[in-house]
């Protein structure tokens, strides 16, 4: 018996001991037999144990715009148990870009430190780290939803730290009533956009992030540009599909000349606004479909479908399958077209069966990978409970040992 088999052998390339996760939690003991949902996934330089990903989730929380420890507990506890890739929440590019005045921010670099602190703990459990950059447009200087929703006011106003009168977007067109109006950007001021989100890319590949993923979702800046309904520009960023495109694909082009060819792009995306009901022009599956088609060719390898988000007045037709369904339309568009993309989905994906029936290679499969929100806050081992409910044996974390994932015996009947 040698020393390399009684040493208790620390995880690599980390600032502080902890033992080597290996393989990393939520990797399949038996993986031939494994369904796809507990497949390892490789793109470009980057692998994940299996396809299930944290989604970002705004948590309100940050020091103007500085995480702290509370983010490194509450997005450490999904890396340690078994998630594939784990997003750090939305993340403001430059400081109007915040949704409330304490979301997260990366506009200068003493914002990585606390992030490389995140980066760190999920890499010591071998698994990876990325992170959502964003900015709010027209849905920014906001309350936080608890305060909010209790006063019945979107609005934060200077007293609490908002920018009220500073609010951008690419018309001056509010989201709503208790939303401010925003000041519509010259072309200049899109410009040093494009490079801040450029800075910012760079600060995240400093922070130790494996993935990148552009906002362009929910009705935030990028999704107000999309928009024929938000965007009622005359300029090369408004009217035509190219147009309303062109400062994402700017953005794109930005990001991907400053990040390593081995670190994946993503971009997350409504595939509709759920306004076709006015019988106006909007964002629908079409032109998703459409921007998916362009996106391999502009260096993005991921297409994170979500929906909604941009008007209030969004008529979803709530079920289960909603979102998927879409992200299943748009992969089978792309593929049929030759073009290289994978596709994440997400909403209502709670369970292991429905999360395998998802991705499985041999059952018509809608998405590439799956993404969970407010699951994982229900439940942080998500990832070991869909195994167990899918009869599936996984690697634990090895500190949880004398907790088995399948308890055995007449006490756990």
């Not at 950059?133 to 936080?144: I, M, N, P, V």
């Not at 994978?342 to 998802?358: C, E, H, K, N, Q």
Request: hydrophobic content about 40%; glycine content about 8%; aromatic content about 8%.
């Amino acid at each position: 018996m040698g020393i390399q088999d009684i040493e208790n052998k620390p995880a690599p390339g980390v600032p502080f001991f902890t033992p080597a996760q290996e393989p990393p939690a939520g990797t399949p003991l038996k993986s031939d037999s494994a369904p796809t949902l507990f497949k390892p996934l490789r793109t470009r330089g980057i692998e994940l144990q299996n396809r299930f990903v944290v989604s970002p989730m705004c948590t309100y929380s940050a020091d103007d715009g500085h995480l702290t420890d509370w983010h490194l507990v509450h997005i450490g506890q999904f890396a340690l148990q078994g998630a594939g890739l784990v997003f750090v929440e939305a993340t403001a590019v430059e400081p109007r870009g915040r949704i409330s005045p304490q979301d997260s921010g990366l506009w200068e670099d003493g914002q990585i430190v606390p992030l490389k602190r995140i980066t760190d703990f999920i890499h010591s459990q071998n698994t990876k780290a990325a992170i959502q950059l964003a900015h709010a447009g027209r849905k920014a200087s906001t309350l936080a939803p608890w305060i909010g929703g209790s006063v019945k006011k979107s609005l934060a106003p200077k007293e609490v730290g908002g920018w009220p009168d500073d609010i951008i977007g690419p018309s001056a067109i509010s989201f709503a009533e208790d939303f401010g109006t925003p000041h519509e950007l010259t072309v200049e001021e899109i410009k040093t956009l494009v490079q801040q989100w450029q800075d910012s890319a760079v600060r995240a590949v400093k922070a130790g992030f494996d993935v990148i993923e552009i906002h362009a979702a929910h009705g935030y800046l990028l999704h107000q540009f999309l928009s024929p309904l938000s965007n009622k520009r005359t300029d090369q960023y408004g009217g035509s599909f190219g147009n309303r495109t062109r400062l994402l694909f700017e953005i794109i082009e930005a990001v991907r000349a400053v990040i390593p060819d081995e670190l994946p792009l993503w971009v997350r995306i409504s595939a509709t606004e759920w306004m076709e009901w006015t019988n106006e022009p909007t964002w629908d599956l079409e032109d998703s479909i459409r921007l998916a088609k362009l996106l391999p060719a502009a260096g993005v390898d991921v297409l994170d479908v979500s929906s909604g988000g941009n008007l209030r007045e969004q008529k979803i037709k709530v079920h289960q399958t909603v979102q998927t369904d879409l992200a299943g339309k748009i992969r089978e568009a792309v593929r049929a077209d030759g073009k290289e993309l994978l596709i994440g989905t997400v909403g209502y994906i709670s369970d292991g069966p429905f999360a395998r029936s998802l991705v499985q290679e041999d059952e018509d499969p809608k998405a590439d990978l799956v993404l969970a929100a407010r699951q994982f806050l229900r439940e942080p081992d998500f990832v070991l409970s869909a195994a167990h409910q899918l009869d599936i044996d996984v690697k634990w974390p090895i500190q949880y040992h004398r907790a088995p994932p399948k308890p055995r015996g007449p006490l756990y009947k």
